[in-house]
């Protein structure tokens, strides 16, 4: 059937089975690959996307859920968006497989939260895991995101 | 354009796609031992390509140091997830549907699921027989054991072990033992085989293209120049992409569709797939009552699954690291490689001294006890330094060993006697023999093209290459560019592993860039080749061209009710000789102490049943940002300095740190992951003693 929702603030429509899982619909009909799969059970956040200013993991969502709804991934920011900014001085990028959703996630914390503790830190971002173990860099990506302030 | 690997513009292999491509899965057993009595396939639709053990029959036996592999098990099966057939379809939904629809009986063999019973004069074969592999990556004498389960036994003879023990004062012995790891890289297995006129071209996530090349050639009886292998940037590895892993089934699965076909593994696979070396490793130490060493023996088993992969590598590096960085006249080390029928073992972060040092160093400390010398002091006293032999007779230059453990002894506040406080040091081999070769162009408007082999997972390799490039070509980082390694255009390298690629590929490219000053053809080319290797009776030789030197300390409390352990700091200390890219340097620091940590408190694949019975991200569990203790970590220099390799010197010396900070609170900890459970172990052996004393 087709499922109508709105994408990183355009509307789409797509023709598909409304239980397959949001993360491969964003794949695959939509071609957003900044989404990825890793874990399949909504733990380790590669997947994460923001729906109705929620985040939420993609694996997890059958995609008939999003209908009507307004959905977004990295792909929504700005090249100059100061959470990316941050991310590029404080290098906190290795393979760069769970960066994106680490990204979303921050923007949707300095939304919510625009000057986070450690903690705070780290309370948002424990369900994104980082293999490559960029921690403490993403943090002070995270503390520079939050100087610089909300995109204008 | 931002960096793609921020911005999510990067592509990895799983984004890779082309017309007409199919989707591969795959149907793994059940069981950890048995014979495949029947398969049917009737029920699958027509327009599934289905890929069985026959098909496969006529294709050669690979595995990079023991042939002990083909594409999919003739007949047997040897752990739970050894791939029994393989499936293409139109959708990833249809090749899964299709595999729901095939029918596979069993007849259950006997099996062994732990080294120690593998290595019993009664335990059931693995294998019948260890072949030694034609590939590049079987470079040093490998020694099965016909008739056991022992694929490669290494062995390593300094001195008189029973003359060095007669003569010591004090001795001590224990038992260690490591627990199986998964990598756990963000991206999983993913590779695009396509057919072109008898030419295989293998796009896959993989850090080792021309062993992959390789064994793909003498799979298929082609010659390694008709495939290409590219490897694009991936998603992380650890170890888990070396050598042949789906690659084969991907190829053979192409071949007999005439399609394209694309396979990527889910998290369960993952944890089937490659995994680290559980190891039980047996440590006598002795020594004359002023601390001086006199003898070491050490006996590994490290547990490679159920094929060899590079287990026999990993036993070896285990073995002759595992004397430590101390000068021992009196050394004896035997390291075996044991088949089992678990998931196989291979490269890992570490390579196999995360566990000898846990066992080493651990042991270190209780010495110290003993002698009642402090911990520190002993290192001190017996430390390999600079014009000394080590025990395989290679004399060590560019020695770093004190500064490293002084650094870490200090920045963790270290006092003699106060405790909680805990260090380690290690020394890791890097591969040798080793080569590489790398070949710069001049391009129009000031641009540079360098084709190397050099795989990106994330370690920045191809960043150092290109800052070290800028610098000896007085151009801008921006101005180089270094595609993707393709096997058909990339000079050959031996491959991106044991922390090699910044020191050999590094020097590589001076030369090739002297030689493009020279030359007029806007081109140059440069190689750098190691020599070495070790007597595998004896150990001895050159181990290392050069060798990773680094400690750990740790600072730890603990509940002694509930046996948590609060690790309150860690820091590592790595000697890096001279830093190309400080911030990625750091970051490999801060990766591998992390890893380290997990290692230490956590990580463990659990065998329920013969099986890995943890075998997701909920049961599995590794270190999340809240779940780090202060970790601070220090990159020595020095002037003149060789560039050393650092992706993975902090991790090993990480949980012996701890562990003999807990072994100063009288805690004796043997077993990795240190548990609560095992923490409350200790406690009441600790209470035990002391009522003993009493």
């Known amino acids: 059937m087709k499922i109508a929702f709105e994408l990183n603030g355009t509307p789409v429509e797509v023709e598909t089975d409304p239980a397959n899982m949001a993360l491969s619909v964003l794949r695959g009909e939509c071609g957003i690959t900044s989404v990825r799969g890793t874990c399949g059970i909504g733990l380790c956040g590669t997947c994460t996307m923001i729906v109705d200013g929620k985040t939420t993991a993609s694996c997890l969502m059958p995609v008939g859920a999003l209908a009507g709804r307004r959905v977004e991934t990295v792909d929504v920011l700005n090249e100059d968006d100061p959470v990316i900014d941050a991310f590029i001085e404080a290098n906190a990028v290795q393979c760069g497989f769970c960066i994106p959703a680490m990204v979303l996630t921050v923007r949707k914390l300095l939304e919510d ?28 990506a995270v503390h520079l995101a939050a100087a610089k302030g909300n995109p204008a | 354009m931002k960096d793609p690997r921020i911005t999510g513009r990067q592509k990895y292999v799983i984004d890779a796609a082309v017309e007409g491509m199919l989707h591969g899965r795959i149907l793994r057993s059940v069981y950890p031992s048995a014979r495949i009595t029947s398969i049917d396939t009737s029920m699958v639709p027509e327009d599934v390509v289905v890929l069985t053990p026959q098909d496969v029959a006529g294709l050669h036996h690979y595995g990079c140091q023991i042939a002990d592999q083909t594409v999919l098990p003739q007949d047997q099966v040897r752990f739970v997830g050894d791939p029994v057939l393989a499936v293409a379809a139109e959708s990833v939904a249809a090749a899964e549907e299709a595999l729901l629809m095939i029918d596979v009986e069993y007849e259950e063999l006997p099996g062994v699921f732990d080294a120690v019973s593998a290595t019993a004069p009664d335990a059931p074969l693995v294998h019948d027989r260890h072949k030694i592999s034609e590939n590049d990556a079987a470079y040093f004498g490998i020694r099965p054991v016909d008739g056991t389960n022992i694929c490669h036994r290494f062995r390593l003879i300094q001195g008189d072990i029973e003359a060095g023990f007669a003569g010591a004062d004090v001795i001590v012995e224990e038992t260690f033992t490591t627990a199986g790891a998964a990598h756990v890289s963000m991206e999983p297995h993913a590779a695009l085989a396509s057919w072109d006129d008898g030419r295989l071209k293998m796009v896959t996530g993989n850090q080792t293209p021309f062993n992959l090349r390789g064994d793909l050639a003498t799979i298929f009886g082609m010659k ?27 190829a053979a699965l192409a071949r007999k569709a005439d399609r394209p076909v694309r396979i990527i593994l889910d998290r369960a696979e993952e944890f089937q797939t490659l995994n680290r070396h559980p190891s039980t490793i047996r440590v006598k130490i002795g020594a004359r009552s002023d601390g001086a060493l006199l003898a070491k023996e050490v006996h590994c088993l490290a547990d490679t699954g159920a094929y060899a992969d590079c287990g026999p590598g990993v036993a070896q590096k285990m073995g002759f690291a595992s004397p430590g960085p101390y000068r021992i006249p009196h050394v004896r080390v035997e390291s075996n490689s044991v088949y089992t029928n678990l998931p196989p073992n291979g490269a890992y972060r570490g390579y196999g001294q995360m566990q000898s040092i846990w066992a080493s160093e651990r042991t270190m400390d209780l010495l110290a006890g003993k002698l009642g010398i402090d911990p520190l002091e002993l290192r001190l006293k017996n430390l390999l330094r600079e014009g000394d032999a080590y025990c395989t007779g290679e004399v060590m230059h560019d020695v770093a060993f004190e500064e490293c453990l002084r650094d870490a002894a200090a920045a963790i506040g270290y006092e003699p006697g106060q405790p909680g406080l805990g260090v380690s040091v290690l020394m890791k081999g890097m591969q040798t023999p080793s080569f590489a070769s790398i070949r710069v162009r001049a391009k129009p408007g000031g641009r540079y093209h360098i084709d190397c082999a050099t795989v990106e997972m994330g370690q920045g390799s191809r960043k150092a290459l290109a800052t070290m490039a800028a610098d ?83 600072r730890v409390s603990v509940d002694e009710e509930t046996g948590a352990v609060t690790v309150e700091h860690v820091h590592a200390a790595v000697y890096a000789g001279r830093v190309v890219v400080r911030k990625q340097a750091e970051l490999q620091n801060e990766g591998s102490m992390i890893m380290g940590y997990g290692t230490a408190m956590f990580e463990s694949l659990d065998i329920l049943d013969g099986a890995i019975g943890n ?25 003149g300095g060789d560039v050393h390799g650092l992706g993975e010197t902090a991790l090993p010396p990480v949980p012996a740190a701890i562990g003999n900070a807990l072994q100063s609170l009288g805690l004796t900890l043997r077993d990795l992951p240190m548990t609560p459970e095992r923490v409350l172990a200790a406690v009441d052996e600790a209470t035990d003693r002391t009522e003993d004393a009493a």
């Open chain 1, 113 to 140: 939260n625009p000057k986070p503790t450690d903690d705070e830190i780290d309370m948002a971002l424990a369900g994104n895991i980082c293999r490559c173990g960029c921690y403490a860099k993403i943090r002070d």
């Open chain 2, 224 to 250: 390694p120049e008709d495939i290409q292998v590219i490897c694009p940037p991936m998603g992380g590895s650890f170890g888990a992409k070396t050598f042949v892993r789906i690659e084969g089934i991907a």
């Open chain 2, 472 to 554: 000896l070509l007085g151009c801008a980082v921006g101005d180089i560019d270094i595609p993707a390694p393709d096997t058909d255009v990339s000079p050959p390298d031996t491959r991106t592993t044991s922390s090699r690629s910044t020191h050999m590929m590094g020097r590589a490219l001076e030369v090739a860039v002297a030689n493009l000053k020279d030359s007029d053809t806007g081109e140059g080319f440069g190689e750098i080749r190691e020599n070495g290797g070790l007597d595998p009776d004896t150990g001895q030789g050159i181990a290392s061209s050069h060798w990773h030197q680094g400690a750990a300390g740790a």
């Open chain 2, 615 to 639: 075998p997701n991200l909920s049961d599995y569990n590794v270190p999340s940002i809240a779940d780090l203790p202060k970790l601070t970590h220090s990159l020595i220099e020095r002037e």
